[in-house]
């Protein structure tokens, strides 16, 4: 975003033309009049909010394994569409700051997200709870160092392709970061929300059939359309920047080329509809809703158009805007895992002639590390929670792949407006609800694997993860409100 300036001249710019014919103190009112009117320019200037952006290609060359998929068997043979690494930043007429960003990619480790982090809070001064990361989960995405442990055992010059790769995406996250607070200017910041409806829960509903019991009203399951906007425009009026968010996998595509998917499509398609405006796509719950139809890249673009129609639909609408202060809170919470697998269960994983060998035998050596490096206390796990408040609006930010229960819960548990956001900060696993965990099936237990961690989640996590949120939400509105 570029800045704007406010100036108050050394003297007023009438007064030269008017002094031949008016009195001294005419002309004396007339200035102390302009230079009160610009006074009160810049007090606006200074009491309003302000927001930057940054963007970075983190597009990585052909070569790299991908991520997502378990059956993929060769790395990366190209570009089909360029990912990247956006940031938005914000400050309130307080100066209190802060930064979300969003990434294309299918995962980030708790490890990438720290250390970003760390620079930002020492370059800015900012606290560790004012920075969220998010990722898209988009499946044509790179395999980084310390991502999603149990797809394969990697080659070791595929390992050093991703070490190189991750080393690259923590300075472009940082610049990009960088970016948006060295650009913050006055700005007008709103929101809105809109729908669409092109995801389903997978749980529920054959995909094969998705399409046609959508069109019939008769899809099964939970759901949540919401298309949440926010938009910053600038003095002049013009949109500068979009978030947009939507609860859904981004699994249309499962090519072997780079591709941002239906989120990367509705980014490229609003930044091309408004030029100038810079579009940041953050994730919610969507952890067990599939968009439908999939595989085609014709399907990745209709889904992202039909996101870029919702949001142009809110910013047509009636958009809120965001007055008072930002506040932001974060904490981990203490999760378990209910077992350990035994040796002779990892042995027979890395001997077994079984269908997804090789992802069975990386689960087997992951947990088999893992057990070497921490012992028993790779049952325990610090999950973030993080939590905003951006004047009259709350946003709550979850680690992992966090199923739609949560959303929906925490929408009926809080008053006022929310948006619950996932893959955010660290996306170690699946993120069952109660009920999910007690059905089992891949959200619920087997999703694990390929995750490489020990066994499914001790019941209670629900519980003990709304009640942590809640608790942050609480404080961020009160800490906003002072």
Known sequence: MSKTRSTVPARPVFAGVLSPFLPAVFIGCIALALQLAAGSAL?????????????ASITPPAGLWMTGYAVRDRPADGTAQELWVKAL????????????????????????????????????????????????HTHCAPWMEGGIAGLR?????????????????????????????????????????DAATFGFNRRENPEAQAPALRAAGKLKGPFDPRVPVLAVHGPDGALRGL???YACHNTTLSLYQWHGDYAGCAQAELEKRHPGATVLFAIGCGADINPAPRREIAHAEQHGRDLADATDRALRGTMKKVDGGFASAFEDLTLTFARIPTAAQLREAMEKNQPNKEMHQA?????????????????????????????????????????????LRLGREMPGPLWVFGYSTDVMAYIPSERVLKEGRYEGETSMIPHGRPGPWTPGLEDKIVGKTVELVARTKQAAAR
């Open 89 to 136: 930043a914000v400050s309130d007429p307080a100066g209190n700051r802060g930064v979300i960003l969003t990434l294309d990619l299918c995962d980030v480790t708790r490890e990438v997200s720290d250390r970003v982090a760390a620079s930002l809070m020492t370059r800015f001064a900012i606290p560790r709870s004012a920075i969220i990361t998010n990722v898209s």
């Open 43 to 55: 007090a606006a200037d200074s009491a309003s909010w302000r927001a930057g952006t940054g963007r």
């Open 363 to 407: 689960w087997s050596a992951a947990i088999t590390r893992q057990l070497k490096e921490k012992g028993d206390a790779i049952r325990f796990y610090q999950y973030p929670i993080q939590a905003w408040r951006l004047g009259n609006l709350s946003w709550v930010a979850l680690g992992g792949e966090v199923v739609i229960d949560y959303a």
């Open 243 to 245: 978030l947009v968010s």
């Open 153 to 193: 055992i990697f080659p070791p010059e595929g390992v050093a392709k991703a070490v190189e790769f991750r080393h690259q995406l923590e300075t472009k996250m940082v610049q990009a970061a960088a970016d948006a607070f060295e650009s913050l200017a006055p700005a007008t910041i709103s929101w809105g929300e």
